[in-house]
């Protein structure tokens, strides 16, 4: 009864491990491809307006660090998991 009890602790503490890793490459997927889509946006503003491109390039800047750090706190919630 004992054994059984330890191998199924063992069994919940690397599905929890396998979890945090699942979750912390979704975050990291889901900031590449909301980038992407920042930086597509911001390319087709400055095609269509040449004009205002430092605007833009500003905005998208600052709109891609948001994103990304958004993905780094839910990557470090997911490790903070493990521990």
């Given at each position: 009864m004992a054994t059984l009890l330890i191998?199924?602790?063992?069994?919940?503490?690397?599905?929890?491990v396998m979890g945090a890793?699942?979750?912390?490459?979704?975050?990291?997927i889901g900031a590449g491809i909301g980038i992407g889509q920042i930086g597509k946006g911001a390319m087709e503003g400055i095609a269509r307006?040449?004009?205002?491109?430092?605007?833009?390039?500003?905005?998208?800047?600052?709109a891609a660090a948001l994103v990304e750090g958004v993905a780094f706190f839910a990557v470090v919630i997911c490790l903070l998991v493990v521990l």
């Open positions: 191998l199924l602790w063992e069994a919940a503490k690397a599905m929890g890793g699942i979750g912390a490459g979704c975050a990291t307006q040449p004009e205002s491109a430092g605007t833009i390039r500003s905005s998208m800047i600052i």
